[in-house]
């Protein structure tokens, strides 16, 4: 049996570093996302440019508090930087991770549409409209997300001072647990389903076309695996762990192991800013390929999508 101590110096042992690494790459891989969206697709914005612009600028929102976290966490969970900025961090989380799946879900909506009924895209879905679903989305991530205001804070611990998700054990575990519970529903799950039956939409279609070829098909391919990748990888096991540790803790039980899952799904949940830049890359290609049977670095007449 290990103690809480044992199972918190695993916390503060994987976190710094893990962080310190996605900050670097994602902050990398995110500024050149933006470069390449804003200068080398200024002429082609279409709905996947907008879409992926969002998801950008929901990510450099929060990549810019993850040193807050390597201090924290280094200093073994010590929170200096006020009550404020422990808010802010723990709202930024939340409404990084849920525009993170609301966004994947549009473009992955957007590929399908794209693919099922290209002339009717072609003649009715304009930028605008993917504007237009951008606002609603972080306008509804926001709200979802506003609870962490109220949850979120700094609490007294052993000479120390903690960021937690919530500080009241007593009034605050159980609503806290079906807050989440209600997040994991709306913000996971059904994103999961309606991106997995796009993406098998694209597949079915795709592999039916005779005028793509097998490594064009395979290039598809390889991009539906990378995105549900990212929910079997970065979204799904965090739910599932969070859940899991909150519904134990609620009945005041303390299982390390299930922490230490729990930790380690934290880190994995901030690797899908990390993940998102590939998901760039390949979006211009992929629609057009799916469309057309072309690249954009051949010549064709297809529309931007």
Same mark, same amino acid.
């Given at each position: ?19 310190? $690494? ?34 950008? $600028? ?54 399908c549409v794209a693919i099922l009924y290209p002339f009717f895209t072609r003649s009715h ?24 205001l109220k949850f979120a804070d700094t609490c007294p611990g052993s000479g120390k001072t ?27 799950? $059904? ?89 760039? $890359? ?24």
């Amino acid at each position: 049996m290990h103690n809480t101590s044992d199972c918190e110096d695993f916390q503060i042992t994987l976190l710094p570093p893990m962080y310190g $690494i996605e900050f670097c790459l994602a902050l990398i891989g995110n500024v050149f996302a933006l470069w390449m969206l804003l200068l080398k697709e200024r002429k082609n914005w279409h709905t996947g440019v907008v879409f992926s612009c969002n998801l950008v $600028i929901s990510d450099l929102l929060y990549i810019f508090t993850l040193p807050l976290l390597v201090v924290y966490y280094y200093n073994k969970k010590n929170w200096t930087f006020g009550t404020f900025l422990c808010k802010i961090e723990r709202f930024l989380f939340t409404c990084n991770l849920y525009v993170s799946i609301f966004f994947v879900m549009c473009i992955s909506v957007n590929r399908c549409v794209a693919i099922l009924y290209p002339f009717f895209t072609r003649s009715h879905v304009r930028p605008r409209h993917a504007k237009i679903a951008g606002v609603l989305i972080w306008a509804i991530v926001m709200a979802l997300s506003s609870p962490v205001l109220k949850f979120a804070d700094t609490c007294p611990g052993s000479g120390k001072t903690l960021c937690q998700a919530y500080c009241n054990y007593t009034t605050d575990s159980q609503s806290h647990f079906h807050y989440n519970l209600f997040l994991a529903g709306v913000g996971c799950a $059904i994103p999961l389903l309606v991106t997995f039956a796009s993406y098998c939409s694209i597949i079915s279609v795709i592999y039916k076309n005779c005028n793509i070829t097998p490594l064009e098909k395979r290039k598809v391919t390889i991009m539906v695996a990378s995105v549900l990748l990212l929910y079997v990888v970065s979204f799904v096991p965090y739910h599932i762990f969070q859940i899991g540790f909150m519904y134990i803790r609620m009945h005041n039980i303390y299982n390390c192991g299930l922490y230490r899952a729990y930790q380690v799904s934290k880190g994995l949940a901030t690797l899908n800013m990390c993940i998102h830049p590939l998901l760039y $890359i390949s979006l211009i290609d992929s629609i057009r390929l799916a469309c057309c049977g072309k690249s954009t670095g051949e010549n064709s007449n297809c529309d931007p999508l």
